[in-house]
């Protein structure tokens, strides 16, 4: 059973727009959620996180945001660019990883159109 | 991305032989990852290493074994290789809690 899950496959936005990326949950002692972006043929790339104890971490155009009473998270992406077309992978692990690894969703293909 | 290095970066094999794939990290990380790849699963966790001969297993390990001797090589071994062990292989690293892990530019392996 997946216990991350990011129901959209694909997502396309305009340029300069606002992109919503979205990712939930089913465990409940996941402490700690990331998001990675992915270009083909390369390793995925660290964007953001945030602790179980926060609800919102900003990061120049990236800002996620987390309610943990609906196992909801989501990454804002503003303005979005080009660049920024790729895959987006959400992950959460329990007690901030070390020990354990990441449990991902499937991922969400982000095309930004011109 | 943080000093990792997978190798080879693509091979081709036949079913039933073995397959070692490297990791090599040089930013001295104590906890070390192997994911797979697969269309519509997302990347899923096969072993970890949190320490020099210290690994464990992760959600799909059946036909995969791990060896870690050193702090800055891990490495996975397919003992007798099948067609479903076809997949793009990441290795990742982590410093340590509440840190990001980064990922290695993957291993694409197809057992023919």
Known sequence: DQQVKQNSPSLSVQEGRISILNCDYTNSMFDYFLWYKKYPAEGPTFLISISSIKDKNEDGRFTVFLNKSAKHLSLHIVPSQPGDSAVYFCAATLSGGGADGLTFGKGTHLIIQP | ?112
């Open chain 2, 1 to 112: 991305d943080a000093g990792i290095t997978q190798s080879p970066r693509h091979k081709v094999t036949e079913t039933g032989t073995p397959v070692t794939l490297r990791c090599h990290q040089t930013e001295n990380h104590r906890y070390m990852y192997w994911y797979r790849q697969d269309p519509g699963h997302g990347l899923r966790l096969i072993h970890y290493s949190y320490g020099v001969k210290d690994t464990d297993k992760g959600e799909v390990s059946d036909g995969y074994s791990v060896s870690r001797s050193k702090t800055e090589d891990f490495l996975l071994t397919l003992e007798s290789a099948t067609s479903s062990q076809t997949s793009v292989y990441f290795c990742a690293t982590q410093g340590g809690s509440n840190q990001p892990q980064h990922f290695g530019d993957g291993t694409r392996l197809s057992i023919l």
